[in-house]
């Protein structure tokens, strides 16, 4: 937790260095809700073949509820706000305490809809806003036989992903602590790749 603290730390302050607004004394405002299932892994399997395809999909609509029963409007919040950002990790399966990451490659991963990019050896996934959601869908390309989870990043987030929005006026953030869909545990997706 420290670790996602000071990353937004640096944003803020990065983003605050770069802002081109008069009041220059203006500190962005973070909140931060809880809002479960966010990432949706469709037509998820336990096991895919050498060359498979796994789809991940992010879905943020602007009218939400988080989990203690609070509507959050995200038009309201961040009026600016033009994409959302989660952060996506690859692990062998015996990697239990997350401590060795393994990259992705510039063509493991495509976007069918949406944009994404990668980040050191995990995928940012940039879902940007259409209509009344922020919508992505990527394709994760299997290479490699073996077993494997995703991931949020090792000790910093143990428990849940987040889902970071910043509103380019004001630059104030909303952090979304999410979930993968109908997976136990809900912050991994495990699969098994074998070759043909």
């Known amino acids: 937790m420290k670790k996602l603290s000071f990353v937004l730390l640096s944003l803020i302050a990065l983003t605050t260095a770069c802002s081109t607004s008069d009041d220059t004394n203006y500190v962005p405002v973070v909140s931060s809700f809880e809002v479960s299932d966010l990432i949706t892994i469709p037509e998820a399997s336990e096991t895919y073949n050498v060359d498979d395809t796994l789809f991940i999909e992010l879905n943020v609509p602007v009218s939400l509820i988080a989990d203690n029963g609070t509507p959050i409007k995200l038009d309201s919040l961040f009026p ?16 239990i305490e997350r401590k060795s990451p393994i990259p992705f490659t ?4 495509f976007v069918s ?12 996934l940039t879902a940007i806003k259409e209509e009344d959601t922020y919508k992505l869908r990527a394709g994760i390309k299997l290479k490699t036989a073996g077993s494997y989870f995703l991931a949020p990043y090792n000790q910093s987030t143990t428990d849940s992903f987040y889902a970071i929005l910043q509103d380019s006026r004001t630059l104030d953030i909303v952090e979304l602590k999410t979930t993968i869909a109908g997976q136990t545990p809900s912050n991994r997706f495990s699969y098994e790749v074998v070759s043909q």
């Open 106 to 109: 510039n063509t493991d991963v």
């Open 113 to 124: 809809e949406g944009q994404g990019r990668l980040a050191a050896e995990g995928v940012v």
């Open 80 to 95: 600016d706000a033009r994409f959302s950002e989660i952060f996506l990790f690859r692990y062998e399966e015996d990697d």
